[in-house]
């Protein structure tokens, strides 16, 4: 009987640095509050749950994940309050029924373990950027799910983390040549001069420079999804929920 374990990686993070425009990864100008997008945890999440799927939450040192606040607005929900607060309720019970609140460590998930997941998912939300991308334990954890070719999702920033399989095994970037979908530079950018007032690690241009083949645009943009061989990733919050979907049809073998 196929496994039905999802692994879910969150990261430790409730900040990611801003710099000073023109000086990226230089001079810092501070830290800008941030966490897990909300409703790109718990789209895929509850279609996971409803299938039956049993989810652990896993993080570099086991800190309780952290919400981005600009994904907790109802400006992020186009105003929806119930659909906010079904997600809200959901995180909730994950806290009191699936350890959510002290996801397992990174280092405390042995390679022996790793064989009983179907699969693994990776959220976005800016927290990423801070923690996942250089971290060799994750590199260690995706690398299987490579070399498995296990269906592997990750959305919006999500996608950074690949980067921490150059820091593992072979120290080669595992996903070279990969059709790869991330919240994309141009969006970026935009939130930069919108928002942030200050410039940010950019996904989109890290994964091209270590060979992924970024597919961005429009379409993308506006919730299409990418697949290539076990990875599905997706742009934005729009993309969660047909990510989600995919992402199950593969662990099925769909």
Not at 146 to 163: D, N, S, V
Request: net charge negative; with cysteine.
């Amino acid at each position: 009987m196929a496994s039905k374990k999802v692994l879910i990686i969150m990261s430790d993070a409730a900040s990611f640095p801003l710099y000073k425009p023109g000086t990226v990864q230089a001079e810092t100008i501070k830290q800008q509050p941030s966490g897990y997008f909300l409703m790109e945890l718990a789209k895929p999440l509850t279609r996971l749950l409803e299938e039956g799927y049993e989810v652990t939450f896993a993080s570099p040192t086991g800190k309780e994940p952290t919400p981005d606040p600009l994904s907790l607005s109802l400006a992020a929900f186009a105003g929806n309050f119930y659909e906010r607060k079904r997600e809200l309720d959901l995180i909730e019970r994950m806290k009191r029924e699936n350890g959510f609140s002290s996801p397992k460590k990174f280092s405390d998930i042995s390679d022996d373990e790793l064989k009983t997941y179907a699969g693994v998912f990776i959220p976005g939300g800016h927290a990423p950027l801070t923690d996942l991308g250089d971290n060799a334990e994750l590199g260690r954890i995706l690398n299987h799910f490579h070399k498995e070719q296990k269906p592997t999702a990750a959305l919006c920033h999500g996608p950074y983390a690949f980067l921490s399989t150059k820091l593992a095994g072979d120290k080669e970037f595992a996903y070279k040549g990969y059709k790869l979908t991330s919240w994309s530079d141009a969006e970026e950018k935009f939130m930069e001069t919108a928002v942030f007032g200050g410039e940010v690690k950019k996904v989109e241009a890290s994964l091209r420079e270590e060979g992924a083949e970024m597919v961005e645009g429009v379409m993308t943009a506006l919730g299409w999804i990418t697949e290539d061989r076990e990875v599905v990733t997706g742009d934005n919050p729009m993309s969660a929920d047909s990510l989600g979907k995919r992402f199950i049809e593969k662990m099925k073998g769909e």
